[in-house]
């Protein structure tokens, strides 16, 4: 079959996932020239794509014409596939038969890559990955150096080949060897960023072992969940499957999928340990869903009571700003301490201290924080957090801003040469 053209996706939407061929083409250059089957890295990095993708606003939950999140990464995902499989490997220039076997070699430069994540689907599934592994994938610059050096010694003729092999050797034994050891550990005990990858790396080990065929057709749901930074739940359903009729990936969903997440979500959380005490408020609701803050004999109340009781109207605020969805996330109290007018409004409120470092604040102003939220309560304009619209309408501005400083740049580069 012909590459997919995308046809459950606005033509917007198409535009965005094709701007990232280049990005592919150069990857594949650099790491997988030669189109091998079944190549780990490169089913990582489509996967990585696919889901970095499905970050963007342009296709948020309710652009996908009904259609679920995991169904459209997976059709990002097989876009990438099927370029890989039909028009990357027709550019691929055929080798004329010859009397001798020619060395083939890996092109010495390593600049370009976008290997993070890649790198980290090694360090999730691969246990036995070496500080020397991390060190050939993330040492671009170093590697370059070295490589110059050893081409300039080498006799004129060396072959490509006998230079990146000494290369590499050379590299490593000069390197900060305790310094990539812990890089490696770093990579591996980072839990929040491993987090937001584990569960589409797991899924992606689990349909290459069926693309093999070893169970024949087959369909299997992965359901996870784990804690965050926060303390707060993330979890969710992916699925993998292969049709061993047609040798192809099986794309599928229960249309039970949300109320299977439903009975999920709650299993996890009850069986999970937590470090947040659970909450034993039961607030009152608003005409628009918004908690109702409950009145507290300030004269009896300490500064800890008063948190507990913040703790728990703040994250009810804060869960009434977003829709009901397997994505919405906990409460982000960290970044929320370090970027507070992206989450409120800070002229509307003027809170008397700050939110979310340690949470919801110090003890010693939780009072003077409760009275002033209770007061604006009062006046009818009770505290709210930013809705999942507004800030993800400020992500997109905030990446056009970027874009047009770029194109600014660009313009003055143009005049530079010009001149």
């Not at 691929?92 to 370009?112: D, F, M, N, V």
């Not at 937001?196 to 349909?207: D, F, G, V």
Request: glycine share 6%.
């Amino acid at each position: 079959m012909p590459p997919q053209s995308l046809p459950n996706f606005s033509a917007e939407q198409r535009t965005l996932i094709m701007s990232s061929i280049p990005k592919f083409v150069e990857w594949l250059d650099n790491n997988n020239p030669t189109n091998a089957p079944r190549h780990k890295a490169t089913t990582v990095w489509m996967a990585a794509r696919a889901r970095e993708l499905m970050a963007d606003p342009k296709l948020s939950i309710n652009l996908l014409g009904g259609r679920s999140a995991a169904l459209a990464e997976s059709d990002i995902h097989n876009y990438f596939k099927n370029y890989k499989n039909y028009t990357y490997k027709k550019s691929i220039p055929s080798t004329a038969p010859c009397s001798s076997p020619t060395p083939t070699h890996r092109t010495a430069t390593l600049k370009g890559r976008r290997l993070a994540d890649a790198l980290r689907g090694f360090i999730v599934l691969q246990t036995d990955l070496t500080a020397k592994d991390v060190f050939f994938r993330e040492a671009a610059d170093e590697m370059d150096a070295t490589a110059a050096k050893v081409k300039a010694m080498s006799a004129p003729g060396t072959l490509p080949c006998t230079i990146t092999s000494k290369a590499r050797k050379l590299a490593w034994a000069t390197t900060d060897k305790d310094k990539w050891a812990h890089r490696k550990t770093e990579l591996e005990q980072n839990t929040q960023r491993n987090g937001e990858t584990w569960p589409l790396y797991m899924r992606e080990a689990i349909q290459q072992s069926l693309d093999r065929g070893i169970v024949g057709s087959a369909v299997v749901g992965i359901l996870y969940g784990f804690r965050d930074q926060d303390d707060g739940l993330n979890y969710g359903m992916l699925y993998a499957g292969h049709n061993a009729l047609e040798n192809s990936e099986l794309v599928h969903q229960p249309t039970s999928h949300g109320e299977i997440l439903d009975l999920w979500k709650v299993h996890a959380d009850a069986v999970m340990p937590s470090t947040t005490k659970p909450s034993v408020f039961d607030f009152k609701r608003d005409d628009n869903g918004f908690p109702i803050l409950v009145g507290l004999d300030l004269a009896h109340t300490t500064g800890h009571q008063a948190a507990d009781v913040l703790n728990a109207y703040l994250a009810e605020t804060w869960d009434a700003g977003f829709p009901p969805s397997n994505g919405k996330p906990s409460i982000p109290w960290s970044n929320i301490a370090l970027t507070p007018s992206a989450y409120y409004d800070l002229d509307r409120f003027k809170l008397p201290t700050s939110v979310g470092n340690p949470a919801p604040c110090d003890p010693i102003f939780a009072i003077a924080l409760y009275d002033h939220l209770f007061r604006l309560q009062g006046a009818g304009t009770p505290f709210w957090f930013h809705a999942k619209s507004e800030l993800d309408a400020r992500s997109l501005a905030i990446a056009q801003d970027i874009l047009n400083d770029l194109e600014k740049d660009d313009e003055h580069l143009d005049d530079e040469s010009g001149s």
